[in-house]
């Protein structure tokens, strides 16, 4: 199954066949976010906005009012951004990192030296148990790279490519879904390249 099959099917799941509350469809936890106001923001999304909630812990949007989620902001009427992700949630300290950074259009991954890249479930039965065990194990290994910060460009060609990268970075501290979809259980943060070297096929 390609990458592109699973987003799909996963996209199915997710919103046509009521997925139970597991795993990335977990209400986020307070505790992972570094801002106390995003910490109540989580306490809150479980409670329904009225409208006289409007301006304070929601917003409206047609004619419903939403709840204001974790580290977003509103850029005009019609428009709401994200903070970046250290801005967002709680990050370890900067520490040493190496092993294989996969370059792909929406599919940055890092493969930490002395692991294999996660499997990713193959056949096309998304309802079966089994189906989301192995989805919930790949998605939960997976680590999004962001390597905006060092300046480090994409190369995005057929197939992507396979960079051994050595860098200093930091780790998001709680488990979670970043990056493209919500498809990484994790996120490095690229604070510095030491070295970046393409893979010998």
Request: hydrophobic share 35%; aromatic share 8%; net charge positive.
């Amino acid at each position: 199954m390609s990458r592109e099959q699973l987003l799909l099917a996963v996209a199915c799941v997710m919103i046509g066949c009521g997925v139970a509350q597991a795993g990335p469809l977990d209400p986020p936890k307070p505790e992972v976010y570094l801002r106390a106001e995003d910490q109540e923001r989580a306490r809150l999304l479980s409670k329904p906005c009225s409208t006289a909630d409007v301006g304070h812990g929601c917003y409206r949007f047609g004619n419903h009012a939403q709840r204001e989620q974790p580290c977003t902001y509103h850029i005009g009427t019609d428009a709401i951004g994200s903070l970046p992700t250290d801005q967002c949630y709680k990050m370890d300290k900067p520490r040493r990192f190496r092993g294989v950074w996969i370059d792909e259009f929406e599919g940055q991954a890092f493969i930490p030296e002395g692991t294999k890249a996660p499997e990713w479930p193959r056949d096309l039965n998304s309802r079966s148990p089994r189906w989301q065990e192995q989805f919930n194990r790949a998605q939960a290994a997976t680590i999004w790279l962001d390597v905006e910060r060092a300046k480090v460009k994409h190369e995005f060609g057929a197939g992507g490519r396979k960079m051994v990268i050595d860098f200093v970075g930091r780790k998001t501290t709680y488990p979670g879904s970043y990056g493209h979809m919500g498809m990484s259980g994790n996120e490095i943060i690229v604070d510095r390249v030491i070295s970046l070297k393409k893979v010998k096929q």
